[in-house]
Every structure is written in structure tokens, then in C-alpha cells.
């Protein structure tokens, strides 16, 4: 069974510019989770979708960031405009629908904003 | 709102020997689930193992042990017979059983395993 994929594995842009993510789910995965994690710090959930609808977006900086899941299988995150303080690893997790199952995590995407 | 406090940033064991890492939890919550997520260098984050609050009994995935004492909100991974690939980041995680699922994590232990 092929894992969470994810693309760029690593990227670095001037800040005020735009950067994007991709991130493919396991098969059959309804639910998607993008989480931020900052150096020496624990993932924090910035987007969860549920196939193609947006179930917590809560601490997701809307003025800067945006998600979307079309069709309910990949997802992009974007970011625009990047700040220093958006450097960090990106990562993508997916689940069956329901809150008892695993969350299987990508590699992440590294993201240094200079 | 809960939280998730590791109290060790680093630990190190020999081979061999065995390991235990602190993780702390708070919430008002009765029911929900504990993990610890293992996160290799440079490599995906993977889950080691699982507790649910409603089972008293410590969950074990061969070497990996939990202790989980839910009046003192304590959830402490053991690692017996450590190994080389053993070295990692490791997060200790929570999640309401009423919420969406999100995991809300510690900010991890790095355990250095030396031969």
C-alpha cells in the first residue's frame, strides 16, 4: 500500500513571495490533516478536510494561507505571502473517516523562508 | 483547551537498556485517546503506540510499554531492549474522543541511543 506522498520535499523563497504544497492521501482515505511543525516544536493542525469539505480550519492563518481538497482526494496548502515565521515543515496526514483510526503522516515538506 | 507537555527536550540510554520518556496531559475531558508518535531524522513520523482512556489496562507493542495513571494525567513510554533504530524524536499526542480528531501534540523527546 503505497503512503502519504507529498511534494516539494523541500523549498526556500525570499519572504513575500507565494509557495504551494501538494499532498496525496493513502487510497480510500476520507479525511486529510495539514499540520505546521516548527523546529523544536510539535505538529499543530492547521486544515482538516473530511473528502472535500473543511471540518476545522481554526487555526489556520487565513489572511496568508489557504487549503483545498477538490474532488476529495489531493490537497494543496498555499502560502501568500510567506513570512520568516512560516518556515517550517509542512506535513500531511490522512485517515479512514472516523475518529478511531490511525493518521498515517507524509514525509513533509520543509519550508525556509529567507 | 488541552495540552501536551514533554519535560525532557533530549534522553539518551545504551543499547540494550531500557528508556521510559515523561508525557504530561491536561484536559476536563473523560474520554479520549494517548499516543506516542516516533519521528526518525529526516524520515515520516509513525505511530508506536496507542492507549484509550477508558481501558485501565497499559497498552504494549513488544519493546513499547505505556504507563498511564489518568488521575495524575501521566502517559510515559517505556523502551525495553533499546536499539540503534530506536534514535529518534519522539511525540507524545492527544485527542478528544467528541472532536474532529485532530492530535494535539508535545513538543517531543529526543532520544539518543548509543552503542
Known amino acids: 500500500e503505497a503512503g502519504v506522498a507529498q511534494s516539494p520535499r523541500y523549498k526556500i523563497i525570499e519572504k513575500r513571495q507565494s509557495v504551494a504544497f501538494w499532498c496525496n492521501p493513502i487510497s480510500g482515505h476520507a479525511t486529510l490533516y495539514w499540520y505546521q511543525q516548527i523546529l523544536g516544536q510539535g505538529p499543530k493542525l492547521l486544515i482538516q478536510f473530511q473528502n472535500n469539505g473543511v471540518v476545522d480550519d481554526s487555526q489556520l492563518p487565513k489572511d496568508r494561507f489557504s487549503a483545498e481538497r477538490l474532488k476529495g482526494v489531493d490537497s494543496t496548502l498555499k502560502i501568500q505571502p510567506a513570512k520568516l515565521e512560516d518556515s517550517a515543515v509542512y506535513l500531511c496526514?490522512?485517515?479512514?473517516?472516523?475518529?478511531?483510526?490511525?493518521?498515517?503522516f507524509g514525509p513533509g515538506t520543509r519550508l525556509t523562508v529567507t | 483547551a488541552q495540552t501536551v507537555t514533554q519535560s525532557q527536550p533530549e534522553m539518551s540510554v545504551q543499547e540494550a537498556e531500557t528508556v521510559t520518556l515523561s508525557c504530561t496531559y491536561d484536559t476536563s475531558e473523560s474520554d479520549y485517546y494517548l499516543f506516542w508518535y516516533k519521528q526518525p531524522p529526516s524520515r515520516q513520523m509513525i505511530l508506536v503506540i496507542r492507549q484509550e482512556a477508558y481501558k485501565q489496562q497499559n497498552a504494549t507493542e513488544n519493546r513499547f510499554s505505556v504507563n498511564f495513571q489518568k488521575a495524575a494525567k501521566s502517559f510515559s513510554l517505556k523502551i525495553s531492549d533499546s536499539q540503534l533504530g530506536d534514535a529518534a524524536m519522539y511525540f507524545c499526542a492527544y485527542r478528544s474522543r467528541r472532536n474532529t480528531g485532530k492530535l494535539i501534540f508535545g513538543q517531543g523527546t529526543t532520544l539518543q541511543v548509543k552503542p
Open positions: 496526514a490522512s485517515s479512514v473517516r472516523g475518529m478511531a483510526y490511525e493518521q498515517y
